[in-house]
């Protein structure tokens, strides 16, 4: 049906799949029976609730690693990026969350970059929902790991809401942006940046009032400083 039916049996069938695939054990059958490409074709060609029920299958999936081959295989990251931007509000949630489950993989790193992801992401950071501000601080904070991704989420802008979330985000949001400032304040010029945006006051606060994590990374990012 996800391949040949009609629109509203192929948004039917994702949303089918959907429910499947919050049981663990039904991911690798869905992944094995061919049901992932079909997915990845609905996020750019099916319509609203076609593209969330799809992109929230994927994002189920996604946490088991083998899949996370497929995705990418199957090229998934390009219309992934692209429901960043102009997907329904749960489905750039899911699509962030896809994409920092794919960025542990560090081969999908510069991968994510060339597709267009970095600016997306530091949109979400600013104006998305609270699940997608967090997702997409997962999946920044993945990608900084990279030396030369950090410049481009830099030059994105990205440090100022990343800066925001250290004391307005939830506690994963939290957890995550301070990695992500860690990763990015070893490079000296971002540094300067973070300092102007007034992301040491934060860090502080952070490191004697966030979850261990959070303490964690609010603490080694300060050492740069």
Do not use: Y
Not at 7 to 16: K, L, N, P
Not at 120 to 127: D, F, K, T
Request: aromatic content about 4%; charged content about 15%; overall charge neutral.
């Amino acid at each position: 049906l996800l391949h040949r039916g009609s629109q509203q049996a192929q948004t039917r069938a994702a949303g089918a799949i959907l429910n499947l695939s919050a049981d663990v054990a039904s991911r690798a059958v869905i992944a094995k029976e061919g049901g992932i490409a079909p997915l990845i074709g609905l996020l750019s060609r099916g319509n609203e609730e076609a593209q969330g029920n799809a992109a929230d299958a994927i994002w189920c999936l996604s946490f088991d690693v083998a899949n996370r081959t497929i995705i990418v295989k199957e090229g998934g990251i390009a219309p992934l990026v692209g429901l960043l931007s102009r997907g329904s509000e749960k489905a750039q949630g899911n699509a962030a969350g896809t994409i920092w489950n794919l960025s542990f993989d560090v081969a999908n790193l510069t991968v994510i970059a060339k597709e267009g992801g970095i600016a997306p992401l530091v949109g979400l950071l600013h104006r998305g929902s609270q699940q997608a501000q967090t997702r997409a601080a997962g999946a920044i904070f993945r990608l900084s790991f990279d030396v030369a991704i950090r410049a481009a989420i830099a030059k994105e802008g990205g440090i100022a809401p990343l800066v925001g979330l250290l004391s307005r985000g939830n506690e994963v949001a939290q957890t995550q942006a301070a990695g992500a400032i860690w990763n990015l304040s070893k490079d000296v010029a971002i540094k300067a940046v973070i300092v102007e945006e007034g992301g040491v006051a934060p860090l502080v606060a952070l490191r004697s009032q966030g979850n261990m994590e959070a303490q964690a990374n609010a603490a080694g990012a300060l050492q740069n400083f």
